[in-house]
């Protein structure tokens, strides 16, 4: 056979080289299409029937499926779960609150979560619940969460007779007493916020959860208050308020809790009632004087921040000088006479006059205005004693008198002269009255007696009456004029 005739009877070159696509029919020798065989068997070795069945959710009445919403109506919503049809959830069951809109609690492709309350309903519907899922889930956090001693948060939905309803995945109580530090009266105002709690009782049997958020609270602000102690300092002037007043001090809020500024700390003057110094309100500046971390208590000191009277007054004067004062107090022993603001000195009975006597009131009364002599200046001890019969016999002028009054009654050293006319006594006693009307209406208001021990008038007025054959009765002015000193 000649080449020609051998092509010609040669099956086709192209049917050696078709190849099929990977899962469908193949060809044959001579190039020709076999369909690929369907069988019942085909998917897996499964029926079709149960590979069908095998593509959807199987669920069961108090399963929890997950799902997308397809659809918000007015009163429901359509859950795709991957049934046979879209579940139904009750607008009813969206919430443990009270559904207004269900757009309000999920919207469209949400993902959520739902339990099946019936497969089928008597119109075939699948019929699911997010709030009972929800309170499924919220009470396995729940219980860890108090195991854990952690808090809880949920708004506040509802109030109830003693209380407050809050959702936290499930309906937590909030009695009355237990909203704040302090109970509140009026709980309306809470509707709507969002609320940190502890759990302090759960009973899953009883469907009682029962909150404190005063207790939470009182956890915040114990490490708030250990953080301010930490960082508070003695020495340091703080600004504050006046939170509160009592007969014993005033209470001062620092910003972070409050200190106390005890009635011996409040003025370098003799104070009745702390109430005389500050009011509820007040904004002042004072000095940490001790931090007691373990009670968590703050000393504070209004009075240190002050100028103190008698560090100013012993700067400015010294032991020899002339000074003009009041009468303020007669003792069996002596008088007290004011020579500066919140300054008092004594007036022992040996220094009252030349002349032998028996009381005090023989020579001076209370509110009567004289010249006395420093003859003691104690400063770390705040006492001056004075001298009315060594001022007698003259010396030098205190400076402030001197330019208060003017040159004309004093020499060229400074030495006090007196008026020497009826002029210049006329120009004097105004030029006192002028001096003291200031503190004219302070002084008139001041107790007669020193109560409270800050001038030391009990031991005063303890000490002998008389004092005779003792010209300077040392020993009795020093047991006379020791004052207690009270700290805070």
Not at 357 to 383: A, C, F, S
């Amino acid at each position: 056979m000649s080449e020609p005739e051998a092509a010609q009877t040669a099956p086709p070159a192209a049917t050696a080289v078709l190849e099929a696509p990977e899962g469908v029919g193949t060809f044959d020798q001579e190039g020709n299409y076999i369909p690929r065989q369907i069988t019942d068997h085909d998917i897996e070795g499964q029926y079709l029937e149960d590979a069908y069945t095998s593509t959807m959710v199987q669920v069961e009445d108090g399963q929890i499926v997950s799902g997308k919403v397809v659809k918000i109506d007015r009163d429901e919503v359509l859950l795709d779960i991957g049934f046979k049809a879209e579940g139904i959830i009750p607008s009813r069951e969206l919430d443990i609150g009270n559904v207004i809109d269900p757009g309000e609690f999920v919207a469209l492709g949400e993902e959520i979560e739902a339990l099946v309350l019936q497969k089928e309903d008597k119109d075939g519907h699948l019929i699911l619940s997010k709030k009972r899922a929800q309170y499924e889930r919220a009470w396995g956090d729940i219980e860890e969460t108090k195991e854990n001693d952690g808090t809880v948060s949920g708004k506040v939905i509802e109030v109830v007779k003693g209380g407050l309803i809050l959702n936290i995945g499930l309906r937590g109580f909030l009695p009355a007493s237990l909203v704040e530090l302090r109970r509140v009266r009026d709980l309306q105002p809470y509707i709507g916020q969002t609320l940190e709690a502890k759990i302090i009782e759960l009973d899953k049997n009883r469907n009682n959860v029962v909150l404190s958020r005063r207790a939470w609270l009182e956890e915040t602000e114990k490490e708030q208050r250990e953080a301010f102690l930490d960082n508070l300092k003695p020495g340091e002037r703080r600004s504050g308020v006046v939170s509160s007043v009592v007969n014993f001090g005033a209470f001062v809020d620092l910003g972070g809790m409050d200190g106390l500024v005890h009635v011996s700390e409040l003025s370098w003057k003799h104070v009745d009632h702390p109430s005389a110094v500050v009011q509820v309100g007040d904004e002042i500046e004072v000095q940490v004087l001790e931090v007691d971390l373990d009670r968590e208590r703050i000393s504070l000191s209004l009075k240190a921040t002050q100028q103190d009277p008698w560090q100013e007054f012993a700067s400015s004067h010294q032991v020899g000088e002339l000074v003009y004062g009041r009468v303020t107090k007669l003792v069996p022993f002596g008088a007290f006479v004011q020579v500066g603001e919140s300054i008092e000195g004594l007036v022992h009975i040996s220094e009252i006059s030349s002349h032998h006597i028996d009381l005090p009131e023989q020579v001076v009364t209370p509110g009567e205005e004289l010249w006395v002599k420093i003859i003691d200046l104690d400063i770390n001890r705040r006492r001056i004693s004075l001298s009315i019969k060594q001022a007698a016999e003259g010396g030098v002028v205190a400076a402030e008198f001197q330019e208060h009054f003017g040159e004309h009654a004093y020499d060229t050293e400074g030495n006090y002269i007196g008026a020497v006319n009826d002029e210049v006594a006329a120009d004097e006693d105004q030029a006192w009255a002028e001096y003291y009307s200031e503190s004219d209406e302070a002084l008139e208001a001041a107790p007669a007696e020193h109560e409270g021990g800050d001038d030391g008038s009990e031991a005063l007025e303890a000490a002998p009456a008389e004092h005779e054959g003792s010209e300077d009765g040392a020993e009795v002015l020093e047991a006379a004029i020791e004052e207690p000193v009270e700290q805070v």
